[in-house]
C-alpha cells in the first residue's frame, strides 16, 4: 500500500510513548491523560494494520481515517501531560512522530480517495 514501513514505525511511535509514560510523574491528571495517550498511540498502528487487511477502497480508507484520527487524537494528550524539563525533549520528538505519521496517514488518503 505504501513505500514507508508504517507497521514498524507505528508500533515504535506506541512503544515510545509506553517508555515516555513509565517515567511521568503520576499526578491525578497525568495519569488520565497517560491512559488516553497509550490508548491513541497504540490504536495508531492498530488501525494501520486493519486497512492493510481491507476488503475494500472504502474500508481501506475508513480504517487510515480513524488512524489518522488517532494521531491527531495521540498529538493532544502529548501537549495536555506534564512533563519534567528532563523529559521534554522526548515529548517534543513523540509530537514531531505523531504529526509525520497524520502528514503521511493524510497523504495515502489523499491518494486513494
Known sequence: MSTYDLESRTLAFA???????????RTISNIEDMKQLIRS?????AN??????????????HRLRIARKEA???????????????????RA???????????ILSSIIEKIS
Open 15 to 25: 512503544t515510545d510513548v509506553r517508555k515516555l509514560c513509565r517515567q511521568i510523574d
Open 41 to 45: 498511540s497504540g490504536s495508531v498502528g
Open 48 to 61: 494501520y494494520i486493519e486497512a492493510n487487511e481491507s476488503l475494500s477502497k472504502k474500508d481501506l480508507a
Open 72 to 90: 491527531k487524537e495521540s498529538r493532544y494528550w502529548l501537549q495536555l501531560i506534564s512533563v519534567s524539563e528532563r523529559l521534554e525533549p522526548s
Open 93 to 103: 520528538r513523540l509530537f514531531q512522530e505523531s504529526t509525520e505519521l497524520l502528514k
